[in-house]
């Protein structure tokens, strides 16, 4: 093979000549040379719509270069307000208010769930907060910052977990829009139509590209902010703050730490892609101020979202209406609560819009995470990786729409656990090896696998971490050894262990690989 498209390099031995000259072209943010492909089929009639595309929409036709500083602009403080707001349209919605209800369904009281909620929030808020701060400082996509960590080919693996996961998250969004969508038609709009309808509104906003959503999730936060204070004012004087705790001692203990695990990975798992919406603001903009505004923009509007889920189901033991219509749907309980009924239908229909939010964000993340699998793959659009990704979603939350709980807890424990190892790794690997200046990151090469790390140490504490998951899960299909020893049921530890494996592997494991390995 004369060219790996892979690697960036020509095959040990072979001869350039003339020919092989013309068939490369440059990159220029990597300092290497890859083949542009012949200029015809397909592909590069693709290519070239959306390079026309961007001249006309702005639709990012090279989403996951790497930002320039001097091609940046200065972002006006208003803009800068994107950083919370952006999080906070993408969280308060009807999956924040679904999974409330997880606390009551594990035998917490209302207080305890609501102390569990807020705490997890921030905790794992805090992860993706510290995520964000690399995103101005390097200009590169969060997939892209990871490679200084686990090197070019281990970090496919963060890729393509980080595209699942988007995919599944957006699924979950979808499932709740569209049994709103479903109850606000009465049943005209079956669920399966009510996904459809919210994956392509998504598709659309997400096709365009970041501007268009960043403009679009700075202000769409404001309405579901008040619906949600509507809720609060409608139902919380129905909350049943007297009930004791439905579970007792290690029992209560296992649900605690389990319902942690389920919010915390909620919060947590934006820490695999918040670096995307932060690359075009300048290198010197604080830390300190992406930090807070991204933890605070994660926290606040989750936390307002679950407790109103955690209010709610605390009074349906008292409220059997209520209940009998949260057994049809999250839709109906939400039009059966609030009054009068056609104020309730209008709210319900603006909660459908919710789930747009949060499908923006991910299909657009999926998306560029896909292209940063292989060099081939980011030769393929962004706009054909995110029709890829609508379709994916669409067959996840079709074929997990009757379980839409089983679904929140499964998978956003799991999206806590490999973002702990993730955020860990990368904590240890600036501070530790990069002495925590980014003068010590090699930016220009952030696309040459020769001047990347190569990703052992990573490897190695990433690995120990999964067996460490394994150890600590709680799941409906499985509980770990650990896990099964707390209560009745188990108890997720899965976090827990993982930071402590995590943390305690990648030092010693990445400092030898620079020892024999010299980067």
């Known amino acids: 093979m004369d060219y790996d498209p892979e690697s960036g390099r020509r095959a040990a031995g072979h001869p350039v000549n003339e020919k092989d000259v013309t068939a490369v072209v440059s990159d220029d943010t990597s300092g290497q040379s890859f083949p542009s492909g012949p200029r015809s089929g397909l592909l590069w009639r693709l290519r070239n719509l959306e390079a026309q595309m961007d001249k006309k929409l702005g639709i990012e036709s090279e989403a996951i270069e790497r930002k320039q500083e001097e091609d940046k ?23 924040c ?20 909620t807020i705490f ?13 701060t690399f995103g101005a400082a390097t200009g ?28 599944g998250w957006a699924a979950v969004s979808c499932i709740t ?19 459809v309808i919210l994956a392509v509104v998504a598709l659309a906003i997400s096709f365009v590209g970041l501007n268009a959503i960043l403009v ?34 290690a029992t209560l203990s296992g649900a605690i730490l389990s319902l942690l695990a389920i919010v915390y990975g909620s919060s947590a798992s934006w820490c695999t892609m918040v670096s995307d919406y932060y690359v075009h603001y300048p290198a010197n903009v604080s830390r300190v101020k992406v930090f807070v505004m991204t933890t605070l923009g994660i926290a606040i509007p989750t936390s307002i979202g679950m407790v109103a889920g955690c209010v709610v189901a605390s009074a349906l033991n008292s409220k059997p209406e209520w209940s009998d219509a949260y057994d049809e749907g999250l839709g109906y309980l939400i039009q059966t609560m609030l009054y009068p009924r056609g104020f309730a239908k209008f709210l319900l229909t603006l909660l459908v819009l919710s789930g747009i939010n949060t499908n923006v964000i991910s299909i657009y993340s999926a998306a560029i995470s896909f292209q940063q699998l292989s060099r081939p793959f980011a030769q393929i659009p962004r706009f054909i990786w995110t029709i890829f ?39 240890q690997e600036h501070f530790i090896f990069r002495k925590g200046n980014f003068n010590n990151y090699d930016l220009d090469g952030w696309n040459d696998p020769a ?45 827990e262990f993982t930071f402590v494996v995590t943390a305690l592997t990648y030092a010693p494991a990445r400092y030898l690989e620079l020892k024999f390995f010299g980067r």
């Open 177 to 195: 829009g569209g049994l709103a969508l479903t109850a606000v038609s009465d049943g005209h709009v079956s669920l399966i139509l009510g996904i």
């Open 216 to 249: 679009y999730e700075r202000y769409a936060w404001f309405i579901f902010f008040v619906i949600f204070m509507i809720i609060f004012g409608e139902t919380g004087r129905f909350a049943d703050n007297t009930s004791p705790p439905a579970a007792t001692g």
């Open 120 to 132: 997890a929030s921030l905790l794992g808020g805090a992860v993706t907060g510290y995520c964000a």
């Open 73 to 95: 602009k200065p972002v006006p403080w208003i803009e800068q307000l994107t950083m919370a707001l952006l999080w906070a349209s993408g969280t308060m919605n009807t999956s």
């Open 389 to 427: 990704c609508f379709l994916c979603i669409l067959a996840l939350a079709v074929g997990g729409r009757e379980q839409l709980n089983a679904y929140l807890q499964n998978f956003l424990s799991l999206l806590g656990y490999w973002c702990t190892s993730y955020a860990i790794i990368l904590f």
């Open 140 to 167: 590169l996509r969060q997939i892209s910052v990871s490679r200084y960590s686990f090197g070019w080919w281990p970090n496919k693996l963060i890729a393509l977990l980080n595209s699942i996961q988007q995919m």
């Open 451 to 495: 001047r990347l790390p190569i990703g052992i140490g990573a490897s190695v504490a990433f690995g120990l971490g999964i067996v460490s998951w394994v150890m600590g899960m709680d799941e409906t299909w499985y509980i770990g050894p650990l896990a099964k020893t707390i209560g009745d049921y188990g108890g997720d530890v899965a976090n």
């Open 97 to 116: 208010f679904a999974t409330g209800f997880l606390g009551a369904e594990f035998g917490l009281s209302l207080k305890q769930a609501i102390l569990v």
